[in-house]
C-alpha cells in the first residue's frame, strides 16, 4: 500500500513545507555567501563549492564549517 498526501496529517504537511524552506533558505544563503567572497577567503576552489552546496541539508552546513580560512 502506497501512502499519499491524504495520509499525511495537516500538520505533517506544514513541518515539512517549513523544513524544505529552510533547507531553500540556508542554500540559498551559502550560495550568497559565496558569490560575495573572494577565492583567496574560501578554503578550496569556489566552483567546487556550487555541487557541495546543493547536497541536501549536508551541504550548505558543510559550507559554513570548513569552507573559511581560519
Given at each position: 500500500m502506497r501512502?499519499?498526501?491524504k495520509d499525511v496529517s495537516t500538520g505533517g504537511r506544514v513541518g515539512v513545507g517549513i523544513l524544505g524552506?529552510?533547507?531553500?533558505?540556508?542554500?540559498?544563503?551559502?550560495?550568497?555567501?559565496?558569490s560575495h567572497r573572494s577565492a583567496a577567503q574560501v578554503r578550496g576552489p569556489k566552483p567546487m563549492w556550487v555541487?557541495?552546496?546543493l547536497i541536501?541539508?549536508?551541504?550548505?552546513?558543510?559550507?559554513?564549517y570548513v569552507h573559511r580560512h581560519r
Open positions: 501512502a499519499t498526501s524552506l529552510v533547507q531553500f533558505a540556508l542554500a540559498g544563503l551559502a550560495l550568497w555567501d559565496l555541487p557541495v552546496i541536501n541539508w549536508i551541504g550548505p552546513i558543510a559550507y559554513f
